[in-house]
């Protein structure tokens, strides 16, 4: 019996759009991309002005684009969006390949292009999302040693941390608080900065977790009162006005 390996791609739906000027070749980028599930083909355009406005206000994960376009070139047009989505440069010019990787293009089709060379770039594709997805799963996660074994720690489970020296205590919102040798500037590192952050010389609080801060102190969700120390009071100040 062959047992599959699920990828998680399979489950994700990656949006593209396609633009070239040549009505052959979209056709024939559109027939390419219908034989992969996990490519959901969103738009296609015959003029990059057209494509420009569409990227402009709808955002997607990956861009085949040609490059020698009459209007302004696919080079361009990239250059032109302020968040970028992945990738691809069509073209059958090989003199634009640098500019295309200059612009961190994921792939460099060269035209005519076969299916076989059309699966490579896919498996490219696959493999990029794969890391992002899993990298992103990754940081949901914290990793300690504590009483021997390593422990997983959901990140989002995490109240406050208490130092006690060399030692801390991670007190969680659906278990008993975790004792690890480590200490506060450690851990700090190994937490998402947009959540965490320092509040005395021996608390981290998880800022989703803080009720209110009142007279130097940050009332926790679980009832816990925790002291805002001198230095600290300008960050926490910072953090509840954005």
Not at 26 to 55: C, G, M, R, V
């Amino acid at each position: 019996m062959v047992i599959r390996t699920k990828n998680i791609t399979e489950d994700v739906q990656i949006k593209c759009v396609a633009i070239d000027d040549e009505p052959l070749a979209l056709e024939l980028l559109e027939e390419y991309i219908s034989k992969f599930p996990e490519l959901k083909l969103i738009q296609t355009f015959d003029d990059a002005i057209s494509a420009a406005e569409f990227l402009k206000n709808f955002q997607i994960d990956l861009l085949f684009i040609d490059i020698n376009m009459p209007d302004i070139t696919g080079i361009e047009l990239v250059r032109s969006l302020k968040t970028p989505p992945l990738i691809i440069f069509t073209t059958a010019y090989k003199k634009f390949a640098f500019d295309g990787f200059e612009l961190d293009a994921l792939d460099y089709l060269l035209k005519p292009f076969e299916f076989e060379r059309f699966k490579k770039t896919i498996k490219k594709v696959r493999d990029y999302f794969e890391f992002r997805i899993t990298d992103r799963r990754e940081d949901k996660k914290l990793f300690v040693r504590s009483e021997y074994k390593k422990v997983q720690i959901e990140i989002d489970t995490i109240d406050y941390i208490e130092s006690f020296e060399d030692y801390i205590r991670i007190y969680l919102s659906n278990s008993k608080p975790i004792f690890v040798r480590m200490t506060l500037k450690d851990i700090l590192n190994k937490l998402p900065e947009e959540k965490f952050k320092r509040v005395h010389k021996s608390y981290i609080v998880s800022l989703n977790k803080i009720r209110s801060v009142v007279n130097k102190k940050a009332l926790m969700l679980s009832g816990k009162e925790l002291p805002i120390g001198e230095k600290f009071i300008s960050g926490i100040s910072d953090w509840m006005k954005s």
